[in-house]
């Protein structure tokens, strides 16, 4: 079966521009998370999801940040009024049921702002 | 608030040379501990995992982990290294309970010398 899917593998917008990052999770995952990893450092957590509720929304590092999973599938990363301190690899990993299991991370968006 | 130090910020081995990588964490109940790799423009593949029970794991590519509650540790082991070992490793740590978000160490960048 495939893994964790995420689109696009390279995102470059100007700064204030708004993107949207995609993340197709496992099929039949419940759980589903948002990292930032900037560059050499490890992942911050953002945001969970189990199925369509957003449970914790506690990383996201302000109101520009929007996260959404609207049937309990695909989910999409949005950050509005882009600045240059969102560059960063934005992964996103899912998990089979609710409570602590191994995450699965797809391969990531790297976002640059210029 | 839970924590993820690893103190090693580079390593350097020499192909079939042993590894051990140092994980301590800080938590206050019993932890979830993983271990990830990731190659450049990757994202984070599980190698191994600590739930309960006996507290060395294996793991995939050769790789086991030692957990030591009286030293808050989690190390990284391989007796004999390859020269695709070379990557970042992350060490991480997961709440027992709801919402698994993971608190993740700033890695070690091992280099393998043939």
């Known amino acids: 079966g495939a893994g964790v899917s995420q689109s696009p593998r390279y995102k470059v917008a100007k700064r204030g521009q708004d993107v949207a990052l995609r993340c197709d999770p496992i099929s039949g995952h419940v759980s589903l998370f948002w990292y930032q990893q900037a560059l050499g450092q490890g992942p911050e957590f953002l945001t969970y999801f189990q199925n369509e509720a957003q449970l914790d929304k506690s990383g996201l590092p302000s109101d520009r940040f929007f996260a959404e999973r609207p049937e309990g599938s695909v989910s999409t990363l949005k950050i509005q009024r882009t600045q240059q301190e969102d560059s960063a690899v934005y992964l996103c990993?899912?998990?089979?049921?609710?409570?602590?299991?191994?995450?699965?991370f797809g391969d990531g968006t790297r976002l640059s702002i210029l | 608030a839970q924590s993820v130090t690893q103190p090693d910020i580079h390593i350097t081995v020499s192909e079939g040379a042993s590894l051990e990588l140092r994980c301590n964490y800080s938590y206050g109940a019993t932890p979830y501990l993983f271990w990830y790799v990731q190659s450049p423009g990757q994202g984070l593949q599980l190698l191994l995992k600590?739930?309960?029970?006996?507290?060395l794991v294996q793991g995939i590519k050769g790789f086991e982990a030692e957990f030591k509650r009286s030293q808050s540790s989690f190390n990284l082991r391989k007796p004999s290294v390859h020269w695709s070992d070379a990557a970042e490793y992350f060490c991480a740590v997961g709440y027992t309970g709801t919402a698994s978000k993971l608190t993740f160490g700033t890695g070690t960048r091992l280099q393998v010398t043939l």
């Open positions: 600590y739930f309960s029970g006996d507290t």
């Open positions: 990993a899912s998990s089979p049921r609710a409570f602590n299991q191994p995450q699965h």
